[in-house]
């Protein structure tokens, strides 16, 4: 059995476009979770959280995890918040790798700046403080990983290429099944 690989993070360290590429990489099928969510439910994952509310959007989230974990040799590009919940989290280990991105506050808020429209759990004036404090909150849900990369000033090639290198240090063995 070929493992997925999963990857998790903070909102902003580039878990999409990161995703995408090893996806090319590896020549596997590649899944992003928010994309699955609005592809069946026909909204936005904004709309979503705006009309019917977070509680609603877990549970479709959930159900996007409990589908993909059952799949193989795929990418998935998780939400932020996917794995801030244990049963998620251990459903995408039992056929992945979990590969966590990481990156400091500073650069994570950069990043989020530019497209904090797209989510709704960012206020308006976001400060760094509030990144802070988030990423404590869900530290112990992303200590779970299997790796962790650290993703601030690097650019995807250059994250791809380290996530390869770690898969690939055989004593792992962390693609076999
Ligand atoms: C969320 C992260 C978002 C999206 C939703 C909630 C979170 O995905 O799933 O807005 O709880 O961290 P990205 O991590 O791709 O921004």
């Not at 090319?24 to 439910?41: H, L, P, S, W, Y």
């Not at 056929?95 to 904090?116: F, M, Q, T």
């Not at 849900?141 to 993703?151: G, K, L, N, P, S």
Request: proline share 2%.
């Amino acid at each position: 059995m070929e493992k997925n690989i999963v990857l998790i993070g903070f909102m902003g360290t580039g878990k999409t476009a990161v995703g995408t590429r090893l996806a090319q990489r590896m020549g596997r099928e590649f899944v992003d979770t928010d994309k699955e969510i609005e592809r069946i439910t026909g909204m936005t994952i904004r709309d979503i959280f705006y009309k019917t509310g977070e509680t609603r959007f877990r549970s479709e989230e959930s159900l996007v995890v409990k589908r993909l974990a059952d799949r193989t040799k795929l990418v998935i590009a998780t939400g932020g918040g996917a794995v801030i919940n244990q049963e998620n989290l251990e459903l995408l280990k039992k056929n992945g790798v979990l590969v966590c991105l990481e990156a400091e506050p500073e650069d994570i808020l950069r990043r989020v700046s530019k497209k904090r429209n797209t989510r709704p759990l960012l206020k308006k004036n976001v400060n760094v403080n509030d990144i802070r404090q988030m990423l404590q909150e869900r530290e112990e849900y992303y200590r779970q990983a299997d790796i962790h990369v650290e993703t601030s000033g690097l650019e995807p090639d250059e994250i791809v290429k380290r996530i390869l290198q770690k898969l690939n240090e055989g004593k792992h063995g962390l693609l076999k099944g």
